[in-house]
Nanobody, 115 residues
Framework: VQLQACGGGLVQAGGSLRLSCAASGRTVSSYYMGWFRQAPGKERQFVAGFDRSGGTTYYSESVKGRFTISRDNAKNTVYLQMNSLKPEDTAVYYC?????????WGQGTLVTVSS
């Protein structure tokens, strides 16, 4: 599966952004789909994701209540709506997919939140 993420940018604290991740090469309606991020000097961390059925979502504690993951199976696309952004949300955001684990990764999109 090829993944193309976009939607990053520079935003002030308290603002919003929506990331998109378009999948190609295979229908991902029955795949795990998720978002991860990596801040400078830190390890990559899980942000949000769907289980394989698409019926259950998971969030890290740091974004719960502010970020929302959604998917449009007709467009083979997953979104991450990010509200109430904080400077500590600054990172490169990656989308990932897989049938049994997150095996396929997109190229990342940079989100910068200024204080």
């Amino acid at each position: 599966v090829q993944l193309q993420a976009c939607g990053g940018g520079l935003v002030q604290a308290g603002g919003s952004l929506r990331l998109s991740c378009a999948a190609s090469g295979r229908t991902v309606s029955s795949y795990y789909m998720g978002w991860f991020r990596q801040a400078p000097g830190k390890e990559r961390q899980f942000v949000a994701g769907f289980d394989r059925s698409g019926g259950t979502t998971y969030y890290s504690e740091s974004v719960k209540g502010r970020f929302t993951i959604s998917r449009d199976n007709a467009k083979n696309t997953v979104y991450l709506q990010m509200n109430s952004l904080k400077p500590e949300d600054t990172a490169v955001y990656y989308c990932a997919a897989g049938q049994f684990a997150y095996d396929d990764w997109g190229q990342g999109t940079l989100v910068t939140v200024s204080s």
